[in-house]
């Protein structure tokens, strides 16, 4: 196959033209190319690899469905991350409503590969003291702080305002240093650095 042909297989505009005509091949290229990326996001998000597993699958069948409302004016992973982020949201949601502890949602949780910058223990006590969080608290911290949406993107995703999800943010950015100065150990003077 020549260069070319390559490239205009795994094109994403290519790829979304065929998978509107409803092309296995071209939704499992698609899937293959932005799945592992995707599942990160539903993770982060969920705090539970099964969970965010269930939530990538729902992700992509909405997404397939929804394919020509995507109009190109963001990139596909840009307006893909928007439906995974909205279906995790969704799901944490509907744990919440049934009932379900915050002990057993935690389930497995994923390490990853720590920053470069940043020593890899501070790094793991920052996220297991984040999956501690309150769902609403973890959420709006997680778009904010790793997902870089503002507040008011924050707010129209979780369907609250502005003003809440600022003060959300500050009252999770508050409990997170908390936890995190109970266990701050020998050698680490002042603690994280959160401020």
Not at 38 to 44: C, G, K, N, P, T
Not at 49 to 60: I, N, R, S
Not at 101 to 127: N, S
């Amino acid at each position: 196959m020549t260069q070319a042909r390559n490239r205009a297989i795994s094109d994403p505009v290519h790829l979304i033209e065929r998978a509107l005509r409803s092309d296995r091949s071209a939704q499992e290229q698609l899937y293959r190319q932005y799945s592992r990326a995707m599942l990160r996001v539903a993770l982060r998000i969920t705090g539970s690899e099964a969970e965010a597993e269930d939530v990538l699958q729902e992700a992509f069948v909405r997404a397939f469905r929804s394919l020509h409302r995507f109009r190109g004016d963001a990139t596909f992973g840009a307006w893909l991350k928007r439906i995974v982020v909205n279906t995790a949201i969704n799901y944490t949601k509907r744990r919440r409503l049934d009932c379900i502890t915050l002990d057993q949602a935690r389930t497995d949780i994923a390490e990853e590969e720590p920053a470069p910058a940043c020593h890899p223990d501070a790094i793991r006590k920052v996220r297991a003291a984040m999956e501690r969080l309150p769902d609403g608290y973890r959420q709006v911290l997680h778009l904010y702080l790793v997902e870089g949406y503002d507040h008011q993107e924050i707010g129209t995703i979780l369907h609250i305002s502005e003003a809440t999800s600022k003060s959300q943010f500050c009252r999770a950015r508050r409990k997170l240093r908390e936890m995190l100065e109970h266990e701050t150990p020998i050698g680490y003077p002042g603690g994280m650095g959160w401020s």
